[in-house]
């Protein structure tokens, strides 16, 4: 079984940033990818930013040049770096991990994010 400790949401004004960090324990895995999504209300969960064991990355559009999403190997953990936050960027953010082999997916349990206009 792996855990996954997210930290870092919170109220920002527009303009502001802030980091994520979502951190994986267990026993015996190996990780091939670490990634945030989120979820505004009302709306679908979406992709924010993916990340593979390689260095390989997935932007979205909508945060490309504004979020950087960046890995620890050593620590299992994530990181994303949120700068320039619009309000629409409003939602709660959830860590994903993707396992080697099995390619198992487990969630966070959600950090809320909060942009002011």
């Known amino acids: 079984q792996v855990q996954l400790v997210e930290s870092g949401g919170g109220l920002v004004q527009a303009g502001g940033s802030l980091r994520l960090s979502c951190a994986a324990s267990g026993n015996r895995f190996s990780i091939f990818a670490m990634g945030w999504h989120r979820q505004a209300p009302g709306k679908q969960r979406e992709l924010v930013a993916q990340?593979?064991?390689?260095?390989?990355?997935n932007i979205a559009d909508s945060v490309k040049g504004r979020f950087t999403i960046s890995r620890d190997n050593a620590k299992n953990t994530v990181y994303l770096q949120m700068n320039t936050l619009k309000p629409e960027d409003t939602a709660v953010y959830y860590c994903?991990?993707?396992?080697?082999?099995?390619?198992?997916?487990?969630w966070g349990q959600g950090t809320q994010v909060t942009v002011s206009s």
């Open positions: 994903k991990i993707v396992l080697q082999g099995t390619l198992a997916g487990y």
């Open positions: 990340i593979t064991s390689g260095g390989n990355t």
